[in-house]
């Protein structure tokens, strides 16, 4: 039976698309895959410890930022910081994700979404207040233009924002017309620190969690080697016997023995 080269090529993508965990992992600079050897328990640990860690982190200082240094710029009032300062550590929640190349993406779907909820909803804001009807029409008309825009996968984002920043427009009637920029501040400071730990966990964390990786593998390897050499040492078994057909009118049991077996 012949394979073509297409079904071979699909054959190929999907065996490499497994995660890091299963012995293949994706090349966090492309979309591409690159095979590398299966991860010890202890390096899965560490990995998902200095992810944990980055995450939480990276949480830290965008809530940090939008409560203390946006604040400093503008504050309609505390609730509102803090309403910022959520809505900026969703942002970098979002963002971070496994690799560069998908937390690029994911910045991207973020920001367009957060743009058109903030387009939408400034317009209304500016002239109208709150009511429950305009909440779902702009809901409605969020999901609808960016999926007329060609980003579907971004109507929910989109459709969330358009959620928040309406409620809290109904929280602060008063200027409510500054909801849409103050949400789109939060959500462009929770991106940048999320892009921004990406890049640190590609360039810092990654490549030490890989040399702790090869130094695991080579300290088994050379165990297991030297557990081999022993195991060979005390049974006398060695490279010049090996089983054979035996022969029983030669009178031998089937081994070849060394010169000084006897």
Not at 11 to 24: H, W
Not at 68 to 84: E, N, R, T, V
Request: with cysteine; hydrophobic share 45%; proline share 6%.
């Amino acid at each position: 039976m012949t394979i073509s080269p297409g079904a071979l090529a699909d054959m190929t993508t999907a065996a490499v698309q497994t995660r890091t965990a299963s012995g293949v992992s994706r090349d966090p600079m492309n979309h591409h895959s690159v095979a590398v050897s299966p991860a010890h328990p202890r390096v899965q640990v560490r990995a998902a410890l200095a992810d944990g860690c980055l995450l939480a982190l990276s949480c830290l200082i965008s809530y940090w930022l939008a409560t203390h240094i946006l604040a400093l710029a503008h504050s309609p009032s505390q609730a509102d910081d803090l309403l910022g300062g959520m809505w900026a550590v969703i942002a970098t929640v979002f963002v971070l994700r496994h690799s560069y190349s998908q937390s690029i993406a994911a910045a991207l779907s973020r920001m367009a979404a957060t743009l058109v909820s903030f387009a939408l909803c400034l317009s209304y804001l500016a002239f109208l207040p709150f009511h429950p009807w305009a909440l779902a029409a702009l809901i409605g008309l969020s999901a609808l233009t960016v999926t007329l825009l060609g980003r579907p996968g971004d109507a929910v984002t989109a459709a969330i924002t358009t959620a928040v920043v309406m409620v809290a427009a109904e929280l602060a009637p008063h200027d409510a017309w500054q909801q849409p920029i103050l949400r789109l501040a939060d959500t462009a400071i929770g991106v940048a620190v999320g892009i921004a730990a990406a890049w640190t966990g590609l360039r810092v964390l990654r490549r030490q969690l890989r040399s702790f990786d090869e130094k695991v593998h080579g300290d088994e390897g050379g165990r297991t080697h030297s557990q081999a050499s022993h195991d060979q040492n005390m049974t006398g078994a060695g490279p010049c016997r090996r089983p054979r057909l035996p022969d029983p009118d030669a009178g031998d049991d089937g081994w070849h023995r060394r010169p000084d077996a006897g």
